[in-house]
């Protein structure tokens, strides 16, 4: 195999000829300007965005601002292909192109001035020693100066706006051959000016803790490494990409590789892993070469990482995106060199004695390690140690124990492995009982379901994920996951103090007494003392080891949140309601307080009231606060009745009402008039002042009962009949209420109607009557379309001009039957990844990733997954995606459901909001 050479330059090419706008003309020169062609472009740019400067539009962060001031993404920019259209005037910007710069050989100059950097101010240092070390040969390669150019640039009103437009512009009009030939001519005619005097050199880089000696190299210098860019050059031919590797390999070969040589490099190889990859699979360099790139160069770690994640399938969708560019390429030359490396690394790492080994910092790159095999290797290495307590390994001293930990955290299962696969590995290893693979799972979760299936320990998951729920301080998509399946909590609430006693008391029980003792050892050792302190007081809380006037009494001397929070979750008296409605009062009075404090503190007391009513709700047997609260309120009704008892005040008539929907608020009458405000005599009268208090607190007690109501008809949660019962003398409640349609939800009862005194009227005027212990829900379309009395309510509704709390009878609805007609399966099309991302958190969607989102329905234990393909280019893109499949399966066991399994419920929700995030992409259409 012959060595990898330049390419050689075009005989005919005159880099002077290239640049006529960057050369300061002659006449220039005489009148003592020293300022390029190009300036008087840049500076009509600058005119025309002075006379939009005022132009006002709604950023894509729904701020209202001005051209003059910023130049952003405009709202709705993701459902825009066209990166221009994205944002504020795109036709003013293409008229300029179209008057002003008219080719695109004039684009490329102007873009070239722009993104180098010619010994302008830069705060960061290197480049103040680049531009002193290397400027000369810059200049003396190309013929001119830019320095006077950007420093006039700089001081353009409107430079911001021409900063934004200009690359938006190249974006738009580019022309591959012009720029290919452009920046392989340049990169071959300045490649043999490079000799080892001035490739590369040294400099002092200066930190807080001491001063290092660093090198830079010449061609990562903007004005060279400009060329380098993936823009120039596409590689999606075997041709054009021998082409990029040989322009671009030879800089990284005169530089040594970026060896140190002693100092440290700081800049990254103008070649990536996967451009090494794909030249090993056409022959450019062998295979001895790419796994020295993974393994020994200098910029191996950062190889290694996305070499690594390619082979795992953890490439971020953006950095996926751009392996498109490498054709059909497969990679698997490149997968199967990470798996020897791999191979390598661990075991150096697991036979290594405790003096740090060469591949230690190699170690801590790997994105992932996959096998059921390399698992039980890291934890025979392991041995009796403790696991260290966390994987955040930072320095240059890596202890074998650090090591290993972070080994144990990036090992996944690999998708043929199960209880069975593990089961021979396990056989004959010495120290691997069946408490230390609990341990090991519970510090590497992604293992949990397959060390409960091998040593039959039921509960295992739901135990540990309880744990790490409120014992972590962070929680990635996976992990919140795998939380939601127990419990319809938000993880980031169950770190802060919501306490999910049912899923507690679920999985304790499942685990049993002894084996929950030994799990909650395991916790013990691989979490913080202040973790595990808090958990346990929660524990203590819950089983009734607190006592809650003793806990009452230290938040009010300490003001402390967390006793606020605990104070919840205390065992309630069941003799009596008065201890639910003095404690639901207590956590109003204590947010009271917290207004004479600032106004973080008023935020932080905020959240641990709403945390803690939450304990307290769940604590009560319901399932959200709005529903406790409108039982507190129904009980206390004739504690606030004075409240709807007119009275006068200087001459003005004052009273409470409940409007039509159930919103209450304050009504003023003069002289048989109602004011539309409230007197300014009256604000401070302590009366009104009671009166619009308590009226503030109705009106945030009832105002998510809509959204609570939708939830429960979703959820198919029950309530009593004798619970209706008391709700519906409720005027806040009522109104709501009574337009809803509601079926029995206990078997056998096909019964369906609004609820009234005690029993079911169906739209016919048919009474079921009801007892008091009978469970009902909120009828889905699903039960209506099931019993054929849909359409019966939908003229009932229509007739009598109803208008319900949120869409039911109306609701869109979607049948598993007709799942196979859906064109292109069920979940099929396409949508914004903004809107999706923003309707599905709406919807109680949780983000795995960015790819991959799901919903859990815990009355049915079901969960839904959808996963999509980004198109994005990079990290900031947010274009379109589709969505490529859509799976359900059993939280209980991971089984995963046919479309005809499927709750109808469910999967018309589904669909539901399938369509509503893929409405954007159709009319975009």
């Not at 006077?148 to 430079?159: Q, V, Y």
Request: aromatic share 10%.
């Amino acid at each position: 195999m012959q060595p990898v050479t330049m390419k050689d330059a075009d005989p005919d090419f005159n880099i002077r000829k290239v640049f006529p706008l960057l050369q300061t003309p002659l006449l220039n020169k005489l009148i003592g300007s020293a300022l390029p062609s190009a300036y008087l472009i840049f500076e009509k740019l600058d005119a025309l965005a002075a006379r939009h400067a005022g132009y006002e539009y709604t950023s894509a962060m729904g701020q209202l601002c001005r051209l003059g001031d910023t130049c952003a993404e405009v709202e709705g920019a993701e459902r825009l292909t066209r990166r221009l259209d994205r944002y504020p005037l795109p036709d003013v910007w293409r008229e300029f192109y179209r008057n002003e710069i008219k080719d695109f050989s004039t684009m490329l100059q102007l873009l070239f001035a722009l993104a180098t950097h010619w010994g302008e101010g830069r705060s960061y240092k290197v480049y103040e020693f680049m531009n002193k070390e290397f400027l000369p040969e810059i200049k003396k390669f190309y013929g001119f100066d830019l320095h006077g150019l950007k420093k006039a640039l700089s001081k353009l009103a409107h430079f911001n706006v021409i900063n934004a437009v200009m690359p938006l512009l190249g974006d738009e009009y580019w022309d591959d051959a012009y720029a290919g030939h452009v920046s392989t001519n340049i990169l071959a005619s300045f490649f043999p000016l490079l000799d080892k005097g001035n490739a590369r050199k040294e400099f002092v880089h200066e930190t807080y803790a001491k001063a290092e000696r660093r090198t830079v190299f010449l061609h990562q210098h903007s004005a060279i490494h400009y060329w380098m860019s993936e823009a120039f050059g596409r590689k999606r031919t075997k041709e054009a990409f021998a082409d990029y590797f040989r322009l671009r390999y030879p800089f990284y070969r005169k530089s040594d590789y970026l060896a140190p040589r002693p100092p440290a490099a700081i800049l990254k190889s103008p070649l990536s892993v996967f451009d090494f990859a794909r030249a090993c699979e056409l022959g450019l360099i062998d295979e001895a070469e790419l796994r020295e790139e993974l393994q020994a160069r200098a910029n191996a770690g950062e190889s290694l990482r996305l070499a690594s994640a390619f082979a795992t399938g953890r490439l971020r969708p953006w950095q996926r995106n751009r392996l498109e560019a490498y054709g059909q390429t497969d990679f698997a030359l490149l997968s199967g060199m990470v798996q020897k490396v791999r191979s390598d690394i661990l075991a150096g790492e697991l036979l290594r004695p405790e003096a740090t080994a060469g591949y230690s910092p190699l170690a801590l790159r790997l994105e992932c390690i996959e096998g059921a095999a390399a698992w039980v290797d890291i934890l025979r290495a392991y041995g009796s140690e403790p696991f260290a307590k966390t994987d955040h390994i930072y320095g240059s001293s890596y202890t074998r124990r650090e090591i290993l930990s972070r080994l144990l955290h990036i090992c996944h299962p690999a998708a043929t492995d199960t209880a069975a696969t593990l089961a021979p590995l396990i056989k004959g290893a010495a120290g691997l009982s069946d408490e230390r693979l609990v341990e090991a799972a519970i510090y590497s979760p992604q293992w949990l379901g397959i060390v409960e299936a091998y040593t039959g320990w039921k509960g295992l998951m739901s135990m540990a994920c309880f744990f790490h729920a409120h014992i972590n301080d962070t929680t990635d998509g996976r992990m919140k996951a795998l939380i939601a399946r127990f419990t319809p909590i938000d993880a980031e609430d169950l770190q802060a103090g919501a306490f999910d006693a049912d899923w507690f008391r679920r999985a304790s029980r499942e685990a049993g007494a002894k084996r929950f003792g030994r799990i909650l050892q395991a916790v013990g050792r691989i979490t913080s003392a202040s973790g595990y302190a808090r958990i346990s007081r929660y524990m203590d809380a819950l089983n009734g080891k607190l006592d809650a006037q003793e806990v009452k009494k230290q938040v009010e001397e300490k003001r402390s949140r967390e006793l606020l929070m605990i104070y919840g979750l205390i065992p309630l008296s069941r003799r009596s309601a008065g201890d639910l409605v003095e404690r639901y009062r207590y956590f109003l009075h204590f947010l009271d307080q917290s207004r004479s404090f600032g106004s973080q503190r008023q935020e932080s007391e905020k959240k641990a009231v709403r945390l803690g009513l939450m304990n307290l709700a769940r604590n009560a047997g319901y399932s959200s606060v709005t529903r406790l609260a409108w039982h507190v309120e129904t009980l206390t009704q004739k504690d606030i009745a004075h409240c709807f008892v007119p009275r006068e005040i200087s001459g003005v008539r004052v009273c409470m009402r409940v409007d039509a929907s159930g919103r209450p608020g304050i009504h003023y009458f003069k002289q048989g008039k109602e004011l539309v405000n409230t007197p300014g005599r009256l604000r401070k009268d302590p009366c009104v002042v009671g009166l619009r208090s308590i009226c503030k607190h109705l009106r945030s007690a009832y105002a998510h009962s809509e959204v609570m109501l939708e939830q429960a008809m979703e959820e198919h949660e029950a309530f009593m009949a004798s619970e209706l019962d008391a709700f519906m003398k409720n005027p806040f409640i009522r109104p709501s209420l009574e337009r809803l349609v509601f079926i029995i939800a206990d078997g056998g009862g096909r019964a369906t109607g609004f609820y009234t005194d005690g029993g079911l009227e169906s739209a016919e005027g048919d009474v079921t009557p009801l007892e008091p212990s009978t469970r009902v829900r909120i009828a889905h379309p699903a039960d209506l379309h099931a019993l054929g009395v849909a359409r019966l309510y939908e003229i009932y509704f229509y007739d009598n001009a109803l208008v319900q709390p949120f869409e039911q009878v109306f609701r869109s609805f979607h049948s598993p039957a007709d799942a196979s007609a859906e064109e292109g399966g069920p979940g099929a099309g396409t949508v914004f990844y903004g809107e999706a991302a923003n309707l599905f958190s709406s919807r109680g969607w949780i983000s795995i990733d960015e790819e991959r989102w799901q919903k859990v329905y815990h009355s049915d234990n079901v969960a839904v997954m959808v996963e999509t393909r980004s198109h994005a280019l990079s990290p900031a893109d947010t274009g379109p995606c589709v969505m490529e499949s859509l799976t359900c399966f059993d939280t209980l066991n991971g089984a995963p459901l046919a479309a005809s399994d499927i709750p109808g419920h469910i999967y018309s929700e589904t669909m539901r909001d399938l369509s509503a995030a893929s409405c954007g992409a159709s009319a975009h259409k």
